[in-house]
DNA sequence: AATGAATGAGACTTCATTCAT
DNA sequence: GATGAATGAAGTCTCATTCAT
């Protein structure tokens, strides 16, 4: 579905998909060390365990590389991030263990972040608009999630600051890993941000209840 | 001061700065564009206005003009957060003041700072320690105009949770701001930042008063 | 055998070798013209009849390209003086027959000769140690030959002297020949050397004649 | 004299000496260390004690220094050889002085003959003539030695030939440091190659007593 | 489909030489 | 006479991409 943008010599579908997955889990290896653009094509072929000339038949670009890495990584992170929400019964306890899900999931894709982080100014406009699409997306997620689950009455512009925040604080965690996990467990930080976020919707909490009384 | 770490072939300082400085700003020109990799020593020299020969009796390789650009961001990040801060007259006020400047700053700076996110990571081991120093050297005087300024106790680690977070929402200003300056002023971004900060305070304000009291 | 101490991307060894022996040609060629330090990669790759990509499929540096320049012209001295060395029937002519071919050698590659001359400094510690034990090698060939040959004994140290005498003595037509080959035939030179390295042998002769009668 | 085939442009002769003899000193530091094409025109003038602007007002082209350097060491050669020598009283005794002589200067100067040997081919035609001329000097001065120390006769391409072989084992004692001077002290090396030289020439030497008889 | 040898544009860097001060 | 900053041609080497097998 979402790769069908990249061209293919090869015809056979599956095959495709197996080749690329092989590509994108070496590819993530190498960029996690080196960066997009101090990894070869050839070293992403041999990772990938094939030769420079098949990946070529299952790529036309290095480029391609780079946004079939930055495609899964989204990917991985929307379904995690979806299988995670449970809207049907919103309430503040539920709207916690979402962003604890979440903080949990940046911390297994740190690297896979970071590699965002980097990388993706490097893709041409018209890829760079997809991927950043999906990530408009995955704010947009816990967006919604913040509308429906708070107990009062959000503006819209705030709830897309509050899930931005959430997104980014979630990321810190990866790309400041060198200063924040000498200082906090991964429990600690979530609890902290999970604290003062729950603050921070304090006042209007309690106006909330109030409408509620 | 700090360019010395850099080895440069021409004895004069004056002039070694001068250079400098023409090169920094021509490459943090092209970097915006394209990237510190996309961009060639070449197009570096052409910008900055001198020949390729030139350029290279000011530095010694390549990574040496990213140190240079890294290192002048921070300082000037360090520079106007100094002046904005006043710690002889603490308060609440005073502290919204000094996120607010930080705020405006980061505005200013957006591209720098999209620089840094992409690029200090192409450092070498020695420049990259020097480069976060710095960067840290920055949260701490956040952090100390936390701890100054709140009414009430906070634990070092709470603080530097918030300095941590204050910093990365100036930078996300910029580099998310394909999002956030659709949705929002500068203006309207920054109040509500500050907003949701200061109610993620609240408990520990009421307490404050309390004590006052 | 002896270029496997270089590296090479290509894998296939045969054609490994066929490279690199077009490239040894070309640069021979180039080194006998300009010195090695006065040709450029470039220039080896055309002459080699490839292009500057493919030169360094098969080799890493510049410098490679010296040392298997050396390295061959060592392996022919070798094959050429090993194939006119006898010593199933030692005896003074045969001794004679050893050097005269040895000259004869020397006059066909003279130029070669004068590379090594020339350009063994340029190789790097690791390479220019292998490339004069095999000159060592060489000088042990003809050393090994003299004390065969002669009826008499003759210390090591002197045979030595003699075996090092002989192989510059071969050298010298090639690198002083603005001057010999004025002077000499290939003929001439050759008869009055042996001559005189066997006068000089002479008194040991004569006491070596006492001792068989 | 012989430095005035390279032009200067600073007109007081004295100083003209002066500066050219502080480079010879200096380029042949760096040639012994590292060669003529790995030393650059910077780093000669550093050695020298003045700036890059005024090795160019002593010379044209860093080939200028090249042979400046090979005038100089040949000059020195000259010089010694020619004090060593005394044709007033000629014999056999003589000869073997001079030629003892001779190999005492090859050891103090081998570092110098080495670069003579590798760069002397990097001088263009005019320059190259005139520095192989001076060689040819030398080579005949011993020629002559020969001629007129032996008792009895000898041809004059004999002569030459024994010349040309006494010149290069001289050279020999140098650049095949690495070999010869692990089995043989100066003393040693001197003693034997002198005892074969005397007894090339036995024979002859024997006709010459018996016409004397 | 898979391979890997071949290609050459283009990157970084050096360094002999000049010339204004 | 001395200096050293400026220059840019030219060198070495890399690597994305192609294509014959």
Redesign the pocket.
């Known amino acids: 579905m979402t790769q069908n943008q990249i061209l ?5 579908a599956e ?2 998909e197996i ?1 690329r997955n092989q590509m994108i889990k070496g590819a993530i290896t190498l960029f996690k060390e080196k960066g997009f ?9 041999k990772e990938s ?16 590389v780079l946004f079939l890495v930055c495609d899964a990584i989204y990917e991985q992170v929307h379904e995690r991030l979806e299988a995670a929400i449970d809207l049907e019964n919103p309430s503040v306890t539920n709207l916690e263990k979402v962003i604890e899900s979440y903080f949990y999931l940046m911390d297994e894709m740190q690297e896979e972040v970071v590699i965002m982080y980097q990388e993706v100014k490097s893709l041409k406009k018209d890829t760079k608009e997809y991927v950043l699409q999906k990530e408009r997306d995955m704010v947009g997620m816990l967006e919604k999630v913040i509308v429906t689950c708070l107990p009062h009455e959000i503006s819209k512009q705030d709830a897309e600051l509050m899930a931005n925040n959430i997104f980014i604080q979630g990321h810190m965690w990866g790309f400041r890993r060198w200063v924040l996990q000498k200082q906090f467990t991964l429990k600690e930080y979530i609890d902290r941000q999970i604290h003062y976020l729950m603050e921070s919707l304090a006042i209007d909490r309690t106006i909330a209840k109030d409408k509620e009384a």
């Open positions: 293919s010599s090869v015809k056979n095959l495709v080749r653009h101090r990894t070869t094509t050839r070293e992403i072929a365990g094939f030769s420079i000339g098949t990946l070529y038949e299952y790529i036309r670009t290095k480029e391609d």
